[in-house]
Nanobody, 118 residues
Framework: QVQLVESGGGLVQAGGSLRLSCAAS????????MGWYRQAPGKEREFVAG???????RYADSVKGRFTISRDNAKNTVYLQMNSLKPEDTAVYYC????????????WGQGTQVTVSS
């Protein structure tokens, strides 16, 4: 079992930056593929970025070059640095723990709202 708690969301102007954090409980954090997903109003949840235990990463095309995912296994934490934010990045962002970079895992955080104003 893994419990995930996100933080760091907020309101930012277009072009600005935010850093999301996801703190995980449990001693097996380092074994999980960690991911960030987002869901905008009226839309389906979509993949944003993922990172394996060893540090390899994958990004959605819409965020490549602007977002960076990282993890600190010693702190059981995964981060999402978001730069050059756009209004279309507005969504609730969710942290996820699983075993695949292409399929979300069973464990979700409660979500954190990111709002980008134009």
């Amino acid at each position: 079992q893994v419990q995930l708690v996100e933080s760091g969301g907020g309101l930012v102007q277009a072009g600005g930056s935010l850093r999301l954090s996801c703190a995980a409980s449990g001693r097996t954090f380092s074994t999980y593929v960690m991911g960030w997903y987002r869901q905008a109003p009226g839309k389906e949840r979509e993949f944003v970025a993922g990172i394996r235990s060893g540090g390899s990463t994958r990004y959605a095309d819409s965020v490549k070059g602007r977002f960076t995912i990282s993890r600190d296994n010693a702190k059981n934490t995964v981060y999402l640095q978001m730069n050059s934010l756009k209004p279309e990045d507005t969504a609730v962002y969710y942290c996820n723990a699983g075993f695949s970079m292409t399929i979300w895992g069973d464990y979700w955080g409660q979500g954190t709202q990111v709002t980008v104003s134009s």
